[in-house]
């Protein structure tokens, strides 16, 4: 791939403030990432309020029993949950085999990124929008989430 069109790639993911972009012609491909933990992350739609739905009842199970979920056995930890604004997978490191961004325990600042979810090949860093303890990491790595789902819990 030519080196100007490189260069041409590199500008428009700055003006877009997208945090990668990945092109491919023919055999060729390049995909360029950047570092976004100074400035504001964009999303396509905004967070909303999440309504839950009741539990379903599966099948071989009594009707009104919601299936058996090992994260409902954990005692509800209180304090600012930290929504998802999108659809997609969640990734608790930038990359396999680097340190997690926030482990339990860890003492978070506005804006300090805590995780990164995946959608439609475009990573986006998910900013804590308080500053406090991580108590509780509600998503485990890998594993797809829904618009609204709880990701984390802070405590101021």
Not at 3 to 25: D, H, M, N, P, Q
Not at 43 to 67: C, F, R
Not at 71 to 91: F, R, W
Not at 143 to 154: C, D, H, R, S, Y
Request: glycine residues 10%; hydrophobic residues 40%; charged residues 20%.
């Amino acid at each position: 791939m030519d080196i100007r069109k490189v260069k041409k790639l590199i500008e428009l993911l700055e003006e877009s403030g997208l945090a990668e972009l990945e092109i491919t012609e023919g055999e060729e491909s390049v995909r360029i990432s950047r570092n976004m933990t100074g400035g504001p992350v964009q999303y396509a739609m905004p967070p909303m309020p999440y309504a839950s739905a009741p539990p379903l009842a599966v099948g071989g199970m009594g009707a009104g029993t919601a299936p058996s979920n090992p994260a409902s056995s954990i005692p509800e930890a209180t304090g600012h949950k930290v929504l998802s604004p999108m659809v997609g997978t969640y990734y608790e490191a930038p990359a396999p085999g680097t340190p997690n961004f926030v482990k339990i325990g860890d003492q978070v600042q506005a804006g300090a990124t805590l995780c990164i979810i995946e959608a439609m090949k475009m990573m986006n860093q998910i900013e804590a929008d308080v500053a406090g303890k991580v108590v509780a990491a509600l998503a485990k790595n890998g594993e797809p989430v829904e618009f609204g789902q709880a990701l984390f819990i802070i405590e101021p």
